[in-house]
């Protein structure tokens, strides 16, 4: 169903002066630092003491052919995060995070999607090459089951905000035409992402394919998803976020600080809080994935191993690289994943491993733990050559386009915006034709990871060097922006047509409308 804008403003959720985006409320206070939340009285585990747990995969119902079907209930559920404390969450299949997706290249995963929640959701494939209508844009709403009933209001001038919307249910369709990679989905509600994805619409989503199943790296057992959330508790054990409105069907925005970025005091793998795993002294594959909302990440190892490097990268966003490369640590922005082989069998059995946060402090600091068992026969290996990666050419650029983006203040609120204009359904930043490559080049005075939908990219430059960091190596889909650097990035267009958007993956900065529409045709 396709809302007029004045329907699709009151379903987004606007005030009775007009249509609210979230930099215009609750965004008083000042700082450069993130809204951090101090978890309150409810007593939190001892680090290291709970089990890490893998997310349940989930099976297709049905298949068709090359087609996989899946089915998906977004609701609110009880789950145990604390020990012996019940937590409200809003949950895909009803748990925290919602279920790892394996799926094969060249098989289409239909996942059919019923939102059984109170508030809308939209849900995006993170990395996926996925069509305009499945892609999850921020006003394709999938209203309740139970009906939605916000009333009209009248819109801030100069702000369109047009969707086509589905009731209760709706298909999502990812046709997987792509490398193997590990990849993640969360929600992706306008103006709302960071409080619904904060109260756990999130989940892996792993691809395989044959060039992969090949190599001799690590598999089965020693292929674990590491993904990494930073969360807080209030004095009941619930999830705590400033959302100007809790229920988060009218007014959108934060309180305080927070319009920074939000960031708990408490870290979480796969939904455990600091959770031990003990592994043989064997190769092991860590599927690391920046889930959080705004905490940035430089993973460590403590004790590193006696010899050689902690880290070898084999892949990262968009699959695997050309050749691994070594690694003392890995600096991760939210949205940005690593798949890294550690080798545990360089380790003296009983070596307990920490996984670090060299960003963060006190609670912060500390990721998981290893507990290293008895080596083991090890037959894998790490190949000198991955995979054959094209590298794209500048010289083939057909234009280079500019992109600021900034946050200044408009009559005592903060606005953050890209190139100098908040998000809005009707303005594109750039018509892009498919098969073409373009140089984007970003800039800001600020921290900010940025994410293309549908493209991959090549990071090309940082500054006026072409020697980049060490993780912006390969196929990649969200980067880190540094303050005061020119990011440029090498990206060509060659998979399906339409409007897609591109935006800061700071959720806060996101919903305070950093995001702008690119088309391609």
Request: proline share 7%; aromatic share 8%.
């Amino acid at each position: 169903m396709s809302l007029s804008r004045r329907r699709f403003l009151g379903a987004l959720g606007v005030t009775s002066t007009g249509l609210i985006l979230p930099f215009a409320a609750g965004c008083n206070s000042g700082g450069d630092g993130e809204g951090v939340i101090q978890s309150g009285d409810v007593p939190l585990p001892e680090r290291f003491t709970l089990a890490f747990k893998r997310p349940p995969v989930i099976k297709p119902t049905s298949s068709e052919g090359t087609t996989d079907y899946f089915d998906v209930r977004a609701h609110t559920a009880k789950v145990e995060i604390l020990p012996g404390v019940q937590t409200e969450i809003f949950g895909y299949n009803g748990t925290f995070p919602g279920p790892t997706f394996e799926v094969r290249k060249g098989r289409t995963a239909v996942v059919r999607t019923r939102n059984d929640l109170p508030v809308p959701i939209v849900t995006h494939l993170h990395g996926g090459k996925t069509p305009a209508e499945s892609d999850g844009y921020p006003t394709d709403l999938l209203l309740p089951t139970s009906g939605w009933t916000a009333s009209a209001h009248q819109h801030h001038s100069g702000v369109a905000m047009e969707g086509t919307t589905a009731e209760g249910t709706r298909n999502y369709t990812y046709p997987n035409a792509q490398r193997a990679a590990t990849l993640w989905y969360h929600d992706h509600r306008m103006d709302f992402t960071g409080p619904q994805v904060w109260r756990g619409l999130a989940g892996l989503y792993i691809v395989r394919d044959a060039e992969e199943d090949a190599l001799p790296l690590p598999k089965g057992d020693r292929d674990i998803p590491v993904m990494i959330m930073d969360r807080a508790f209030d004095s009941n054990g619930a999830l705590s976020y400033p959302s100007i409105d809790p229920t988060l069907k009218t007014t959108p925005g934060v309180t305080g600080d927070a319009h920074n970025g939000m960031t708990g005091d408490v870290i979480l793998v796969n939904g455990v809080p600091w959770p031990r795993l003990q592994v043989p002294g064997a190769r092991h594959r860590l599927r690391l994935v920046n889930a959080s909302n705004s905490r940035r990440y430089r993973i460590k190892l403590d004790p590193e191993p006696p010899s050689g490097e902690p880290f070898t990268l084999v892949a990262s966003d968009g699959g695997l690289l050309a050749k691994p490369q070594e690694m003392d640590s890995v600096y991760m922005v939210p949205g940005e994943r690593f798949d890294v082989i550690v080798n545990f069998g360089l380790y003296a059995p009983g070596t307990k491993v920490t996984m670090e946060n060299s960003l963060g402090d006190g609670s912060t600091a500390e990721v998981m733990q290893f507990v290293v068992g008895d080596r083991i026969t090890d037959n894998t290996s790490v190949p000198a050559t991955l995979s054959t990666l094209e590298r794209l050419d500048p010289a083939k650029a057909v234009r280079t386009r500019s992109f600021t983006l900034a946050r200044n203040q408009e009559n005592g609120h903060y606005v953050y915006k890209i190139n100098g204009y908040p998000f809005s359904t009707d303005r594109s930043w750039a018509d892009v034709k498919r098969g073409e490559i373009e140089i984007w080049e970003f800039s800001s005075t600020t921290h900010h990871p940025i994410h293309l939908h549908l493209s991959p990219f090549q990071v090309y430059k940082r500054g006026g060097s072409t020697s980049v960091n060490p993780e912006d190596v390969g196929w990649k889909d969200t980067a880190r922006m540094m303050p005061n650097e020119k990011l440029s990035l090498l990206v060509r267009f060659d998979d399906h047509t339409g409007k897609f958007v591109f935006h800061c993956h700071n959720l806060e900065h996101e919903d305070m409308a950093m995001m702008a529409n690119f088309r391609v045709s």
